[in-house]
Structures are given as structure tokens and as C-alpha cells.
Nanobody, 126 residues
Framework: VQLQASGGGLVQAGGSLRLSCATS????????IGWFRQDPGKEREGVSC????????YYADSAKGRFTISKDNAEKTVYLEMNNLMPGDTAVYYC????????????????????WGQGTQVTVSS
């Protein structure tokens, strides 16, 4: 089982990035996928999730209106489109898989997730 997050980088405030989470070793269509981020010295924070079917998404308040999560089961990849990035978005971003269909207001419980990717660094300069 593997989740490979990519697409991070250095961007100026107001810019955009598209993160990808490539999966292998399990059937993406059976799992909820969450995106999280973590800054050094801080707790891991839930950013967004997408349901098993892809028909339901949820966003943390910090991401609403700026980030969009989507998935392509055929490509076994989940995306996080991030627009209007701010310095406060600077963190390592991780994707994770939950074997239950639990994308909703409590998606940020990290203990729910069975598999985690290695993270990709996003740095937003002011």
C-alpha cells in the first residue's frame, strides 16, 4: 500500500498549486481520502476530505472557498487544487486513506486513517 503526495513547492502569496496523491496497493474507490498539513511544532491539521464515491467533500474553514479536492478512481489519484495561497498555508501536506466512508465534519481525526503518504512541502512567501 502506498500513497505518494507530490506537487508542492514555493509560491508567492495569491498563487496556486495543485497537489496530487497517487495511490497503489488498494482500491481507491473503497476509501475516503483526506488531506492534512503540518507545520513544525504544530499538530497535524485536517484540510479536506473526499468520500468513497467522490460525491461528498468537506473542507476545513481555512480551506473553504480556496481549495478544491477531487479524485480520479481510474487514475488512482486524488487532487487538491489550492488557490489564493497565503503564508499561513505553509506546511507539509499529507494525504491519507480511511477504509470507511466517513468524510464529514469529523474527518480530521488522524487515528481513522489506515495509510499515510510521505508528504510534500508547500511554502508560500509573502
Amino acid at each position: 500500500v502506498q500513497l505518494q503526495a507530490s506537487g508542492g513547492g514555493l509560491v508567492q502569496a495569491g498563487g496556486s498549486l495543485r497537489l496530487s496523491c497517487a495511490t497503489s496497493g488498494f482500491t481507491l474507490g473503497y476509501y475516503t481520502i483526506g488531506w492534512f498539513r503540518q507545520d513544525p511544532g504544530k499538530e497535524r491539521e485536517g484540510v479536506s476530505c473526499i468520500s468513497v464515491s467522490g460525491g461528498r467533500t468537506y473542507y476545513a474553514d481555512s480551506a473553504k472557498g480556496r481549495f478544491t479536492i477531487s479524485k480520479d478512481n481510474a487514475e488512482k489519484t486524488v487532487y487538491l487544487e489550492m488557490n489564493n495561497l497565503m503564508p499561513g498555508d505553509t506546511a507539509v501536506y499529507y494525504c491519507a486513506a480511511d477504509r470507511y466512508d466517513r468524510c464529514g465534519g469529523t474527518f480530521y481525526y488522524t487515528s481513522r486513517y489506515n495509510y499515510w503518504g510521505q508528504g510534500t512541502q508547500v511554502t508560500v512567501s509573502s
